[in-house]
Every structure is written in C-alpha cells, then in structure tokens.
C-alpha cells in the first residue's frame, strides 16, 4: 500500500503516534485556555495574577500529559489499524482528575474548584473528538490494508488454538496469520535471521508468541528488541496471565516470589472503608428510586416486592441476597428448565426468558433491581465491586482454577457487569473475576463504577 512505501509499519506507527503527542498536548492547552477565557466572562476578578495563571495552566496541563503517559496513550500499537485507543484517555481522566482535586484539597489552593471541573470536563471531552477525528483519518490511511498482519510463532499443531487467543479478544477485527516453527534445536541467530526476513518480506506488525513455543530470554529480548523497527506489538500467549501482577523479583535473579494479593493484605480495609461511605451515600440517594419500583412490583404481579434468596459469597459462605422481583412468582424453580447449565449458549436463552414480567423488564434494563444489594454493601456482605454472586447450583462449574474468585467479597458491579453482563460467557465471566481479585486495586474499583455508568446507559446483555 502507499503507506508502505515509505518505510516499515513499525515506523509508520512511530510517526502517527508522535503526531498524537503533539495533537493532544495542543488541545490540553487550547481547551484549558477555553475553560478559563470562559470563566473570566463570568468573573472578571477571576484572574488574579497572569503569572499564577500560567503557573496553574502548565502545571494542569504537565498533570494531563503525565495522566495520559501513564495510560500509554501514545503506545504504537494504539495506531494499529482496528485498534479503538480511547480507553487510554477515559484511563487518563479519572487519573488527572484524582490527582488534581487531592492537590488541591492537600495544599488549600485558593482556586475556583468549578474552574478546575469545567477545565476536566472540556479537556476530557476535546481530547476524545480529537482522537475519534484521528482514528477516522488513520482508518483511511489503512483502508487499503484494514487488517493486521500476525506473525505466530508456534508448532503447526498448536497454530489454529495460538490465533484463537488472539481472534477471541479482538472482535470485529481482521486478521492475515503467518506462522514460523519455534527455535527449538535451532541456532538462535540463524533462527532470528530467517524471523526477521519473513516479517520485512510480509510487512508483518504484529508477533505472537504460542505457549511454551520460546523458553530463552534471549530469543524473548531478540524478538522484542531486534524487531522493534518493523513489529509494533509483541504478544506471548500465557497460563500465568491472571497473576502476573503478584510476581515480584527474588535477591536470585532466576527466581520469582508470588506476592498474597492486595486485596487479602492491607488493601481490605481501604475497599471496607471505600464500600461503607460509597454504598451509604448511594443507598440514601436512591430511596426514592427503591420507593417506587416496590410499588410499580407490587402493583403489577402477584407477589412481593423483594426477592430474597441464598448466594455463594467471601470464602464459598452463603448470604442472604435481596433483589427486586422480576419474575412471576414459582419462576425460580424453572431455572434450569428453562436456562439449563451455563454454556455458551447461555446468553441466547436468557434473551427469551419467559419468567420475566414487563416490569421486570425494565428493571433489569436499567439493573435498579440490583438496588437493594446497597444494603449488603453496607453491612458488609457484600461489596461494591466485586466477582459476580454464585448461585448455589452453579457450584459445580466452578472448577478448582476459579476457586480464587471467592477470596473476595462479591460486588454489586465487576468485570462481568461492565463487558456484555449476560452476553458474556460463563468462561469469560470467571476469567474477569479471577483477574479481578489477583489485580484489585482501589483504581480499579473507581474505573470499574464508571464503566458501569457506561454499562447502564448502553443496555448491552442486560436481559
């Protein structure tokens, strides 16, 4: 393609995404400028010195930059074709924005905080329009070549599993594969040489890496590192991908030591603290909510108002779990008639369920029939993020690798709750949970909620 002539992908990537750099670091400045010109108009005491205000505006904008280095918004493999980088920059926005009001509240700044809101929101808001605008122009730079090209280095029995991996986390992308036998036996230089000359011939941009094909850290680094020019992404399929966060180096350097993770240590009386102030703030907001959806129950199905049954929480021990009722009353009962195991299937029978009232319906679309689960959160049940309540009779899928999952609290929202809810798979549903709980931090939690606001407003696998 024409793009191509000009140099490797590797490079191409390189170039865009300098080009990024320099888009978003303009509109960080050109929106901050905005929010204050605004704000002037509307209080023209408002700048007080000029020099304070261009102290203010670069240290807000150096904040942003950091924000959005630190979500790797500029990566090179944000600029693969296909590739949709405005998570990076929602990742960025929570982040500035925690740093800056704590600033702020650490040091007592006398500064307008509506200022400092409307500067977050619009810069938030400029960056992602100058994003998608990029994206779109990008997306007809590669409109000749819209797919990427994979190098997978694997055995030929293990190449149709090893693609998988890849193809099963990349909806809607189109993918062309080349696969190289791994080194084995193989002198590694000349095993290295052959590797390079298929990428430069193929104008590969992408390697992945099949499990246990590649065993030295040398031909790890060789292919990170000696490809760099031409390859913008480097993959490794992995079984220790769920805890890779708790590994920390030994005083042997051929040693790794597994860490307890965060949320089993110190880090469960900062999620206690996060869930009892949170979860009492929404269960006082949302009483008017609750009010009504017990009456619109009760008025239109035979029954009460709540659900109460028994769930598998903390540590495999039942609690009680209330929702609003959404089914007629004895349709619990149907569950596995109508639903049947967990497969992946599942998500296609819940669409038709018949056990569900209009009214339930609607709660369910807009998940105010979890609700009532604030008040587990507030005594401490329950949590407000967290793996996804079991149902005692899906115990027996939850196989001894999932075992992890219960080490924690279960949530009112999670992983499952924001990716697709009941579209997603029970594999899929017990992978997030387990990443969850090895990789939970407080960030995570605030990005999670978020995401869930997301959720609701799409509707995405909520029936």
Not at 155 to 160: C, G
Not at 279 to 296: E, R
Not at 366 to 373: A, F, H, K, V
Request: aromatic residues 10%; contains cysteine; positive net charge.
């Amino acid at each position: 393609m024409k793009e191509q002539s000009s140099g490797s992908f590797g490079a191409l990537t390189s170039r865009y995404s300098g080009i990024a750099f320099r888009l978003d670091v303009s509109v960080i400045v050109i929106s901050a400028s905005l929010a204050t010109f605004l704000r002037s108009k509307f209080d023209s005491s408002f700048i007080d010195s000029p020099i304070n205000l261009a102290l203010r505006l670069t240290g807000y904008s150096v904040i942003w930059i950091g924000g959005l280095y630190l979500s790797s918004s500029w990566a090179r493999s944000n600029f693969l074709p296909g590739i949709d980088s405005l998570s990076s920059i929602a990742s960025a926005a929570w982040r500035v924005a925690l740093i800056i009001f704590a600033i702020l509240y650490l040091i007592k700044m006398p500064i307008s905080r509506i200022w400092v809101g409307t500067m977050l929101i619009t810069t938030a808001i400029f960056l992602i329009v100058s994003r998608l605008l990029y994206q779109e122009f990008l997306s007809k730079r590669f409109s000749r070549s819209s797919s990427r090209r994979v190098l997978v280095v694997c055995s030929r029995a293990d190449f149709t599993q090893t693609k998988k991996e890849l193809e099963d986390i990349s909806e809607g992308q189109i993918f062309e594969f080349f696969r190289i036998s791994p080194p084995n036996k193989r002198s590694s230089r000349d095993w290295m040489v052959e590797t390079k000359d298929i990428i430069k011939k193929n104008n590969l941009d992408t390697i992945l890496i099949g499990f246990g094909a590649i065993t030295e850290t040398s031909q790890f680094l060789g292919l990170s590192d000696d490809t760099r020019d031409f390859v913008v992404e480097v993959l490794m399929v992995s079984r220790i991908s769920p805890i890779i966060n708790r590994l920390d180096q030994s005083k042997s350097v051929g040693l790794l030591k597994i860490r307890e993770p965060r949320i089993l240590d110190s880090g469960r009386f900062i999620k206690r603290s996060f869930d009892l102030t949170l979860g009492s703030i929404f269960l006082l907001i949302s009483l008017p909510i609750l009010l009504m959806a017990a009456v619109g129950v009760k008025l239109t199905s035979k029954g009460p108002a709540l659900y109460l049954d028994s769930r598998v929480g903390l540590e495999g021990r039942s609690f009680l779990f209330p929702k609003f009722r959404t089914m007629y009353v004895g349709s619990s009962d149907l569950r596995l008639e109508v639903l049947g195991r967990p497969d992946a299937q599942m998500s296609d029978r819940y669409k038709k369920d018949p056990r569900i009232t209009p009214v339930g319906r609607f709660l369910r679309r807009w998940s105010i029939d979890e609700l009532p689960q604030l008040w587990c959160v507030v005594i401490g049940t329950m949590s407000l993020v967290g793996p996804r309540p079991i149902l005692h009779q899906e115990l027996p899928q939850v196989l001894g690798s999932h075992q992890s999952r219960f080490i924690a609290k279960p949530g009112l929202t999670g992983l499952w709750q924001t990716s697709g809810r009941k579209l997603t798979s029970w594999e899929e549903r017990m992978s997030g949970d387990i990443a969850y709980v090895q990789d939970w931090s407080l960030a995570t939690d605030f990005a999670l909620i978020f995401r869930t606001i997301g959720a609701l407003l799409s509707g995405k696998g909520s029936l």
